[in-house]
């Protein structure tokens, strides 16, 4: 394999893996505006990871359980998936 090859596999495989924490961050951010400057708790954190894995439902009921609102939950829960 040629050195400009390798490069360039490992520059996209870089690029590509802070976009999936930037997408969880997204939801996580989402949620703590309506929280009006309230921290996530682990509980919320862990609800926008479910999304970013396929789960979008189980991340709705996360957190929606977590007093967030249905709408937020929603649109946080949509932004979180690669």
Do not use: F, W
Not at 38 to 43: I, L, R
Not at 58 to 72: D, F, I, M, Y
């Amino acid at each position: 394999m040629r050195t400009s090859t390798r490069i360039a596999g490992v520059l996209t495989g870089l690029t590509l893996a802070p976009a999936a924490h930037a997408d969880v961050s997204a939801c996580i951010n989402q949620v703590e505006r309506e929280l009006q400057g309230g921290e996530a708790s682990a509980a919320i954190r862990t609800a926008c990871y479910d999304a970013q894995s396929g789960d979008q439902k189980k991340c709705v009921t996360g957190l929606t359980k977590s007093s967030v609102s249905n709408g937020t939950a929603v649109s946080a829960c949509k932004v979180a998936p690669n």
